[in-house]
């Protein structure tokens, strides 16, 4: 099944008040020159309790990642190993192995969004923005800087580090804890967060919608608060059954573009497509 891009998507990209939001599966498309991939979220808390010292841990790690509590098993994860030992955990999963932009990054990159937001930690998408003829008009703001409201009244591109960095791995966000603690000591980040859920289209790339309680929620809320005849979309895998899709899309007011299961080059050929007709419909209306 090819993705099919609507018609009122395309011009909302086109005329860029769509905001593309990332998830890890975009980082997933990358490579190391070597040949390493960014871990998925399982093989990165696995990893994470490999290096923890008591077996008691482990084993408790283990059973809440096998029973999907992630963000549980991150806490473990981050209090047995403490602060120093996990930050040079987060830096040898996401930097040290020198991750390259891929075709999608690069697709990404070419229809020229004017927000971004990511999820991942890894600095693969503002590598690549900031090596490029276009560097300047490009600024990163992680959920804790002070300046996303001013980056996004200027005309320069934004892009939206949700939970954080690897170039400062104590302040990344990634146990319910962490969680908590980022709403808290940056509501000014939430508060303009949730002024771009509901005053904007959305796509999402690489978010599989399996429990991110940060983006689930500002969907929600967006949705509750402002109800809208006009929905977010998201480029998803194929195979959930269809009552659980439709769930999700009625929750959260998102429609999903499936492609099939584990044929992830249908997505680059895809945003290949989408990339053209943006470039056909800005050659037109100047845009």
């Known amino acids: 099944m090819a993705i099919k891009w609507p018609q009122s998507l395309l011009t909302e990209v086109a005329e860029r008040r769509c905001v593309v939001v990332l998830g890890a599966g975009a980082s997933a498309s990358s490579a190391s020159a070597s040949g390493v991939t960014p871990p998925d979220w399982t093989t990165f808390i696995e990893a994470g309790v490999g290096r923890m010292s008591s077996a008691g841990d482990r084993d408790a790690a283990m059973e809440l990642l096998r029973k999907g509590a992630a ?23 996401f930097e040290k192995p020198c991750f390259l932009p891929s075709e999608l990054h690069r697709l990404i990159l070419e229809i020229d969004p004017k927000v971004m937001i990511t999820t991942n930690y890894d600095t693969i998408l ?40 690897v170039s400062d791995p104590q302040n990344i966000v990634l146990t319910r804890k962490q969680y908590f603690e980022a709403r808290r000591d940056s509501p000014h980040f939430y508060a303009a967060l949730d002024a771009i859920f509901l005053n904007s289209t959305l796509l999402f790339i690489g978010t599989g919608f399996m429990g991110d309680p940060d983006i689930e929620l500002l969907l929600q809320t967006s949705y509750i608060a402002a109800p809208s005849d006009h929905t977010h979309y998201a480029v998803v895998q194929g195979g959930r059954h269809p009552s659980v899709t439709r769930a999700i899309e009625e929750t959260y007011n998102i429609r999903f573009l499936e492609y099939e299961e584990g044929k992830h080059d249908q997505v680059v050929e895809a945003l290949r497509s989408l990339s053209a007709d943006v470039s056909a419909y800005r050659a037109v209306g100047g845009s």
């Open 71 to 93: 963000l549980d098993a991150a806490q473990i994860v981050a209090d047995s190993l403490g602060k120093a030992d996990f930050a040079l955990f987060i830096r040898d999963q």
């Open 126 to 165: 503002e590598s690549l923005a900031r090596g490029g003829a276009a560097a300047a008009g490009y600024n990163v703001c992680r959920y804790y800087d002070r300046h996303l409201i001013n980056d996004l009244r200027s005309n320069r591109r934004v892009i939206i580090k949700a939970h954080g960095c």
